[in-house]
């Protein structure tokens, strides 16, 4: 299994993006997929999480300005980020486990097993 991010960019304060993450090999639809963001010298933080059961999860930071989606016709996980802000600003990951008998625990990187590249979002002031 192999996962591929991308969409991330500069964008001003207030602005828009929408990070993409196609996922190549596995049965998609049976998978937890997660967003986590990395800022320079801080731990990588929980940004969202897409159930295969189909539930959603946001961090706290987030709620109300991202939104996360998934399309399991097209193998993908979707993050669009409104109204960023520059503590926004980070390396955006997305992560998959294989879902269903899994712990509920979904807040965590330990809890995913496959990670994507990585994609910079950088958001000015």
């Known amino acids: 299994v192999q996962l591929q991010a991308s969409g991330g960019g500069l964008v001003q304060a207030g602005g828009s993006l929408r990070l993409s993450c196609a996922v190549s090999?596995?049965?998609?639809?049976?998978?937890?997929l997660g967003w986590f963001r990395q800022a320079p010298g801080k731990e990588r933080e929980f940004v969202a999480a897409?159930?295969?059961?189909?539930?959603?999860y946001y961090g706290d930071s987030v709620k109300g300005r991202f939104t996360i989606s998934r399309d399991n016709a097209k193998n993908s996980v979707y993050l669009l980020m409104n109204n960023l802000k520059p503590e926004d600003a980070a390396v955006y990951y997305c992560?998959?486990?294989?879902?269903?008998?899994?712990?509920?625990?979904?807040?965590?990187?330990?809890?995913?097993?496959?990670w994507g590249q990585g994609t910079q979002v950088t958001v000015s002031s």
């Open positions: 090999g596995g049965t998609f639809r049976n998978y937890d």
């Open positions: 897409a159930r295969w059961s189909g539930f959603l």
């Open positions: 992560a998959e486990r294989r879902g269903p008998g899994r712990s509920s625990s979904i807040l965590y990187p330990s809890d995913y097993d496959r």
